[in-house]
DNA sequence: CATCCTATCGCAACCGCTTGCAACAAGGAC
DNA sequence: GTCCTTGTTGCAAGCGGTTGCGATAGGATG
């Protein structure tokens, strides 16, 4: 079920020497080359994700993703897309994670792995440095001889700003959801 | 403004007075008074849901809930209970986090907050203690002026027993998609 | 008890995402 | 080029959760 150490580790390195989010479409030659290599093909569907993946920088849900295949070919099948994902993100090449709202967060493998961090009043987003998850992987691994996975370091809280705008404010509505912000709107 | 019984503040200490998880049936008093001095109401619904949650230990996901509550009485509707959920939460009744695999997890409002430890090789899970939790909050809070919902922490990796585990494991199936557990079967 | 206001309910549709399955096609072998 | 194995696709159904809306029913008042 859960990953092998071996092979794994030999795919983390290949893809960190050609990132696909460098390149424009010689990408595609490492991702096929990754592919063909265990044995997996470069199909059209694929070829096509990825391009999108390449135009993409920053943070992308899955469905966002599903809309800007669309875009290129209106045929693009959602079950395709977010299988073609998890593709992906077995050959280390994209890293997903669960925002506030519970949705899946894709981006494009970085220079470096990093967590997030959300405000929960303006709805702002920060990465938090493979440093300084450090801190927090080590305590933990200290403390409970636990591995932490620095890319699914996930803290919500009240950003500076938000904090003195929230204490000058009365009181948020009391039908905002869990109080955090709402999905955001559909980018379509 | 005609007594100054200050509503919001009031209604957050009378939940610590008496948490719905410690008494039996005297919690529903309880929680009939905290909706009632919001001008809420007290619903054979909301009746349903609480007793449900007073029965329940630990965390449970929403479905489970529904699940739980349309055991009771079968014409229960999801809408309606996660609507209730989410005024329970507003009163700081329960709580709830994303899971790994996203979905919502609810629990109680226990004794004190804390934030969560998943292990993506056993799916293992385990609370992290405010205090423990204060740490990271505090790193945060130096050095980004940002403050931490501490039951909104939550780590995931690998715990001690299953990097054995792994490092022995020979390779790991490929659609094991995310390289993350499955959901939990339901407990239906 | 009857009346009224409005919080709440249940329905149905929808969103994001997943999965089983049968048809399809990538790509290596000949 | 053709054949054949098997990884992929698209479909349709399903799951967890949300939302708009008309109908219902708390519960305060008289």
């Given at each position: 079920m859960t990953q092998g150490a071996g092979t794994d580790r030999a795919v983390r390195e290949r893809s960190a020497?050609?990132?696909i989010g460098a390149?424009?479409?010689?990408?595609?030659?490492?991702?096929?080359?990754?592919l063909h290599e265990r044995g997996l093909r470069w199909t059209p569907q694929r070829r096509?994700?990825?391009?999108?993946?390449?135009?993409?920088?920053?943070?992308?849900?899955?469905?966002e993703l599903v809309e800007r295949c669309r875009d290129v070919d209106p045929t693009t099948t959602p079950s395709t897309v977010y299988r073609?994902?998890?593709?992906?993100?077995?050959?280390?090449?994209?890293?997903?994670?669960?925002?506030?709202d519970g949705r899946e967060e894709f981006h494009v493998l970085p220079d470096e792995e990093h967590g997030h961090l959300y405000c929960r009043g303006c709805g702002g987003e920060w990465e938090i440095a493979a440093a300084e998850a450090a801190t927090i992987a080590e305590a933990f691994?200290?403390?409970r001889a636990f591995d932490v996975d620095p890319s699914h370091v996930t803290i919500v809280g009240t950003c500076a700003g938000c904090r003195e705008g929230l204490a000058a404010e009365p009181r948020a509505t009391p039908e905002s959801r869990w109080s955090v912000p709402r999905p955001r709107a559909r980018t379509g």
């Open positions: 020497e050609r990132p390149a424009g479409p010689s990408a595609w030659t490492a991702v096929a080359d990754l096509r994700l990825v391009d999108v993946l390449v135009g993409t920088d920053g943070h992308v849900t899955g469905s073609t994902l998890a593709v992906l993100e077995d050959l280390g090449l994209v890293r997903h994670h669960h925002g506030m691994h200290r403390g």
